[in-house]
């Protein structure tokens, strides 16, 4: 067989890569290649080089060094039994294309995984590898996050840490029990002992760095996770229970929510379908209230549907805020001109950017529902919920027919709609 | 002209670009030091098309008192970024503000006020211009060149159509991620590059100042085409970070009609209404005004 192109093995690893819906490039330090005299920076934010068809950002170059795997995770595309075409880059070769890219402008660094060979000690060094030629051969000061493969041994996320912006260890499926069913490999306990290690390492090189600034990094830009959803049973109340506990336990930054894609020559332990990707929005959306607006998983649940098998899902035709205060309604409704931060955050169709503002305006008057236009984009959304100086929803709020007033309409037009 | 004016302006504020912004803030405090109100001031910027002096005009008058007025750095910032922007009457609208500031302390800080309101939405358009910039810029190679101890340094060049008047301002972005090459960014106003020791600007240029391709564009568009999951279409998503009028310089763009086109024939779901050739047609008829249009 003649030996693959750097373009022909780009196009394997990136279609493998592609499952991995992470992209960001914020929150770590802030870098200049000024000092060093080399190429790359980063500035604290994330800067989105492009955008995909999908609607995805494409902030780094994302790939696998390789795609064989010793594994056989039956969710995944790469898994031993697939028969997908494989290709391996060698470390030089990923330095290469990352300079490549980075010198043109089309990325803000390397997001580099892997599928496991030889060992998971073998595969995590040479990814390891990558990261040292690009910072200390190169002087690459763009973005690089590396996945974490929990089976190799600890002393090598040393390295990782000391060069990567972002580490991150897939938990992949919500529960134990599916991890075990579906990842036959991999078990969950030691997924979370070993993002517990991360966590615990990057907050105590925090802290040290806050005493002295020659302290050693470890991955500043945090750690975070994947789950898919939708190969499995797990409900949304799991999921969610499973992102609080990764949240408050091990200090991840972000948990990223992957409907599950249906891949070529699927396990028959699968469901046959992909989920809605809607049910993927919706838990970013819940994703977003527990972690910004005070909310508890319970909370949320309060506006959840039950299926048939009594299974605890996400409203999908509204969001979850919304949800909740549907189900919720003694709390409302919420006088904008005089209700703290932490309630006016619970008004449907009100942001913390909206929030923040009116706390701002009403500073210099008491608010009207036309001040409040102004401030915020979405209104119409809100008015069952609230109290102006010239406005209050009256017996609107307590309407039972309040729901089928705000769900959106079923768009039957789209059927004929070219 | 900006229908502001209730009677002749009878100052005249000279600027000699449209990025003086030193000239702005000079004039602005001789002027609220003699208390001239906003409606008596015309701000002038040499390389625009002169008006006709219809009416003679003064300079501002010298003034050795500085006007008590205090901003904090929050909102200095914001009135500065917004001199940025391509609206002409930019420059109008600051000083207004400065002069109602003078009554009401606080008004920067109320979001509810028109003109507050305006200036935010500008200065946050501009920061938008530049982020995207950031983004955006595409280079190509275009050679190498033997620098002073002889070592070979590489040389990249881009075409960018920024909306404002941003391209002197990201010049350090790019200094300080490029340190090791030379790279040069045209615009149709300004041009700036980096030789690895200053910074240089100089005037607009075209873009076929620039290459038309680069030997890696390829390995991109692959990378971008893989990359792209068929089966979660949302191009509407994709439109409103992507704007059309950057899409005409990405070279990864051309492949983008072709990737929805075959993931609609698969039978993807698809959100959004999609027509195969939608991203690439409306883009030779985009005129700078209705771009102007779309950001503000």
């Known amino acids: ?418 | 002209m900006t229908g502001l004016a209730q009677k002749p302006q009878d100052y005249r504020a000279y600027l000699s670009s449209e990025t003086d912004l030193a000239g702005w803030r000079n004039q602005a405090r001789r002027a609220l030091a003699e208390d001239i109100p906003p409606e008596r001031i015309d701000w002038h910027v040499e390389e625009r098309s002169a008006t006709p002096d219809l009416a003679p005009h003064l300079p501002l008058p010298q003034s050795n008192t500085a006007p008590a007025l205090h901003l904090n750095n929050q909102h200095l910032t914001v009135l500065i970024t917004a001199l940025l922007h391509s609206d002409a009457d930019r420059f109008a609208l600051a000083y207004r503000l400065l002069w109602r500031m003078r009554k009401q302390p606080r008004l920067m800080g109320n979001p509810a006020d028109r003109d507050v309101k305006r200036i935010w939405a500008m200065a946050k358009s501009v920061r938008r211009d530049i982020h995207k910039m950031h983004a955006f810029v595409r280079f190509r190679k275009v050679g190498y060149r033997e620098d002073e101890g002889g070592k070979l340094r590489e040389q990249f060049a881009a075409w960018f159509e920024p909306d404002h008047h941003i391209t002197k301002h990201v010049a350090v972005f790019f200094r300080d991620r490029f340190t090791a090459m030379d790279w040069l960014i045209v615009t149709p106003r300004t041009s700036i590059a980096w030789d690895g020791q200053n910074l240089r600007a100089g005037p607009g240029g075209k873009r076929t100042d620039i290459p038309d391709s680069d030997a890696i564009e390829d390995e991109w568009r692959s990378y971008y085409r893989s990359i792209f999951n068929p089966a979660r279409l949302k191009v509407q998503t994709m439109k409103s970070e992507m704007p059309m009028k950057y899409c005409k310089n990405l070279p990864e763009a051309e492949v983008i009609s072709v990737l929805i086109g075959d993931s609609n024939l698969r039978g993807h779901q698809t959100r959004g209404k999609v027509l195969c050739d939608a991203i690439h047609k409306p883009l030779a008829t985009t005129s700078p005004n209705s771009i102007k249009g779309q950001t503000q």
């Open chain 1, 1 to 418: 067989m003649p030996a693959l192109t750097r373009a022909e093995k780009l196009e394997i690893l990136a279609d493998a890569a592609k499952y991995d819906a992470s992209c960001a490039s914020s929150g770590s330090i802030k870098r200049s290649s000024l000092g060093t005299g080399g190429i790359g920076s980063t500035t604290g934010m994330g800067i989105c080089h492009s955008y995909a068809p999908d609607g995805r950002c494409i902030s780094l170059l994302k790939i696998l060094m390789t795609n064989y795997c010793m594994f056989d995770c039956l969710y995944c595309i790469n898994r031993l039994s697939s028969n997908v075409r494989r290709a391996a880059f060698t470390p030089q070769q990923i330095v290469d294309l990352t300079l490549d890219f980075y010198k043109r402008n089309y990325i803000e660094g390397l997001f580099l995984s892997s599928g496991i060979i030889r060992s998971p000690d073998y595969t995590m060094e040479r990814i390891v590898e990558v990261a040292r030629l690009l910072r200390e051969e190169h002087k690459f000061g763009g973005y690089i996050h590396l996945k974490t493969i929990p089976e190799a041994d600890p002393d090598l996320l040393t390295n990782a840490g000391k060069y990567a912006d972002r580490l991150s260890i897939n938990i992949e499926l919500p529960s134990d029990e599916s991890i075990t069913r579906l990842a036959p490999e991999k078990s969950g306990p030691h997924i979370r002992k070993t993002m517990g290690t991360l966590g615990q390492r990057i907050s105590d090189a925090k802290a040290e760095r806050k005493s002295s600034r020659k302290a050693p990094l470890f991955a500043p830009g945090g750690h975070s996770t994947q789950m898919i959803i939708g190969a499995d049973e797990s409900d949304d109340a799991r999921v969610l229970t499973t992102s609080t506990r990764l949240y408050k336990g091990v200090g991840l930054k972000r948990v990223y929510y992957s409907a599950f894609s249906p891949i070529p020559d699927p396990s028959a332990q699968l469901p046959p379908v992909a989920p809605p990707l809607v049910r993927e929005h919706r838990l970013y959306q819940a994703d977003w209230l527990l972690r910004f607006y005070g909310f508890g998983v319970d909370e949320i649940m309060t506006g959840a549907k039950r299926d048939a098998a009594g299974k605890r899902h996400l409203d999908l035709a509204i969001d979850p805020k919304l949800a909740w205060a549907l189900q919720n309604r003694e709390h409302f409704p919420v006088d904008l001109n005089r209700a703290d931060k932490s309630i006016l955050l619970r008004v449907p169709g009100l942001g913390v950017n909206g929030a923040l503002a009116i706390i701002k305006a009403r500073r210099f008057g008491t608010l009207r529902l036309a001040d409040i236009e102004t401030l915020c984009r979405n209104v119409s959304k809100m008015l069952p919920f609230i109290i102006t100086r010239d406005w209050t929803p009256g017996p609107r709020l307590d309407d039972a027919n309040l729901y089928a007033k705000l769900a959106p309409k079923p768009k039957q037009l789209e059927l004929f709609a070219t």
